[in-house]
């Protein structure tokens, strides 16, 4: 078992606004999940209630003072903030405190480039770093060299901080040409996954929601399945089957979280696009959560800034076993379940097959008798509901739903 000296120690910071409290905390306690992830261990919180953040070092001067004995006394390496801090606020925070200063963006970052696993992935958390550290390089001084190891640091590390600004610039470049590249490539599967009359699903939520394991629930696509933040971050699509015996394609898609670095946002467009030709999005929120309507808010407006707000949903309050007490969601359609009930899993599948048909088009077809191959076909791409044989004719008539803009329901 790790010791607690093999942690990074870190005092964390947030400034609390009036009549917040409930949300001050649990941001709070998501900064210091988030600093767990990252291999460290919080030692100590400081918060300050003030309207405004002071301009030059965020908390005020006394907290400052407070902050910098702090530090010494709990030998902290490192002093995260709940805030972004400026260019600025850092040369000035450097200035009084001994040890390593950065934000909740760069732990966030920090967290993508330890778990992104797939070269796409790696390649967008570099540049979601690259374009962090950009502006922040001039005038560093001291946390230049304070900024060598641990939490913040990890992804382009190799590349020195001290590096000229030329020289990052053109690895940005770089990196944007080779992701061109896999998005072509990716591009090119998305229109051959649309041409295929496949009726697709997109996976969202707020991180730890339990998206992989509901995948690996409905797929067997054996993805990381863990209870923390970011647990999955490369998307991945799966097939499953409905009720009918319909085949649907799934994809998996990087967890949400409150205040997600805008550089990552812009860095996982492409990924997240890989939802953005879908047919339906699957919402999956922890019903246990004790901040859930601020996890649900934070997702639908991620949706409306990504331009997917207009896509139907499905939401599924997930983790029903851990409730303590009655459940009503304020989403609709939704549906309660446990990912890790087989029963509710097969619920969960008769629900969205209801909810597909809505989106689909009835169709009645003849199909002459040797032709099996297009009964094959109807059956693993459309919900075949009737299928009778006139042996007269030597005719299958067959009705269904089938997506809107299939070939069988153009027929």
Known sequence: METEKEYEKVIIVGLERQNQEEAFQYSMDELEQLVENAGGKVVARLSQKREHKDSRTVIGKGKVTELKHLAEELDAQTVVFNQEL???NVRNLQEEVETKVIDRIQVI???FALRAQSKEGRLQVQLAQLSYILPRLAGQGVNM???GAGIGTRGP???KLETDRRHIQRQMSDI??????IESHRERSREQRKQSNVFQLGLIGYTNAGKSTLLNQLTEAGTYEKDQLFATLDPLTRQFDMPSGMQVTITDTVGFIQDLPTQLIESFKSTLEESKDVDMLLHVVDASAENIEAHEQTVLSLLKELDMGDIPVLTIYNKK?????PFKGSLYPSILISARDAED???LRET??????????PYQLQIPGHRGDRLAELRKYTILDRQLYDEKNQLYFVEGYAKANSKWAKE
């Open 352 to 361: 969205l097959e209801e909810e597909m048909r809505k989106l689909m088009v």
């Open 145 to 147: 060299s304070r900024l």
């Open 176 to 181: 944007r040409n080779e992701l061109k590249k």
């Open 345 to 347: 899993v097969d619920s």
């Open 86 to 88: 400026s260019p600025s």
């Open 157 to 159: 590390g190799e590349t």
């Open 321 to 325: 076993d851990l409730l303590e007490h």
């Open 109 to 111: 970052l920090d967290i």
